[in-house]
């Protein structure tokens, strides 16, 4: 499932991307990145798209694991939107 992001959803990758690498870069231990948005602004679309570009611009790749928190049962309809997005993709497994 491949989506097309919006101009402002496009942005907030590269922002996410931009922050993270400037995190890790600068050793921060403890060091988190909140991404916020509108119900209905494409969050979790946004998110997955992040996580595909940062995996596949990490070096290596698989030192990596990502924490999904939501509220209530949002976690659940969060990981079948994930699992679909990647579904015929190698890149990260969701469990």
Known sequence: M??????YQEKAVKDLLSYSR????EN???SKILFHSPTGSGKT???????ERFIAESNPA???AFIWIAPRKLHDQSNEKLLKIYKDKNILKCS
């Open 2 to 7: 491949n989506f097309i992001l919006r101009k």
């Open 62 to 64: 698989n030192d990596f």
């Open 22 to 25: 400037y995190y890790i870069d």
């Open 28 to 30: 921060f231990d403890e």
């Open 45 to 51: 679309v946004v998110v997955a798209n992040f996580l």
